[in-house]
């Protein structure tokens, strides 16, 4: 199976970082994904790996380790329009399998 | 360039009625792909078409379902009867055909919320 594991949800003060960790159990995949959803809106995509190691996007960067079977989503310079759900997907032959995502609270 | 698009955003039905979502992908999107998440539960996969042709349909949950892509724009993903657990959102997703559909980035619609009574 995949099994994708991530926290529930995670509180945060604006300005600062928050890691949103993704764990799996998994036979293979071609990518890990980071989806951005707010309430009632679309996923919107932040990144992806298909090679450990870090990605850097802006104030978001991916990482991912295959032997370690973990990927996760850091988030920079926290803003208030930065709370949302997080999803970690995992990419199979066009296929995305998601987890149940994180929600992520910027407080003041 | 427009987004992926879905039609309505919300429909309310009663158990045994038809109802029949809408999807435009972003154009030239050939890789079209349905998705579901019910309430309390992750986005699952529903079927993935690359352009007209279904290529992969095993996450629809039964024969109550029936996706259709004529002419590899439009999509369409029928209800018939509805039950009370098909209620959730449905999205739309598309991805252009780079050759290399492993790492394909997704697009997705706003969602169709479907509730049935």
């Known amino acids: 199976g995949q099994n994708i594991d991530q926290p529930t949800e995670m509180t945060a003060t604006e300005g600062a970082i928050v890691q949103i960790n993704c764990t799996y159990q998994t036979s293979g995949f071609n990518g890990l994904f980071w989806y951005q959803q707010h309430a009632g809106e679309a996923p919107t995509f932040l990144s992806y790996?298909?090679?450990?190691g870090l990605e850097e996007k802006g104030r978001f960067s991916s990482f991912l380790s295959r032997s370690k079977g973990y990927s996760y989503l850091l988030l920079k310079e926290l803003q208030m329009k930065d709370s949302a759900s997080y999803l970690c997907?995992?990419?199979?032959?066009?296929?995305?399998?998601f987890g149940a995502g994180t929600q992520v609270v910027v407080t003041p | 360039e427009a987004g992926v698009t879905q039609f309505p955003s919300h429909s309310v039905i009663e158990k045994g009625q038809t109802v029949t979502l809408r999807c435009d992908p972003i154009?030239?999107?050939?890789?079209l792909y349905w998705y579901r998440r019910v309430m309390g539960k992750e986005i699952k996969f529903l079927l993935h078409f690359v352009k007209e042709s279904k290529q992969d349909e095993s996450g629809m949950p039964n024969n109550r379902f029936l996706a259709e892509r004529t002419g590899g724009t439009y999509s369409t993903l029928k209800v018939q009867p509805a039950e009370l657990e098909d209620s959730g959102v449905y999205f739309c997703?598309?991805?252009?055909?780079?050759?290399?559909?492993?790492?394909?980035?997704?697009?997705f619609g706003p969602g169709t919320r479907l509730t049935v009574l």
């Open positions: 997703a598309s991805s252009q055909e780079s050759g290399d559909t492993f790492t394909d980035t997704q697009y």
């Open positions: 997907a995992m990419g199979s032959w066009g296929k995305l399998q």
């Open positions: 154009s030239g999107h050939d890789n």
């Open positions: 790996n298909v090679l450990d």
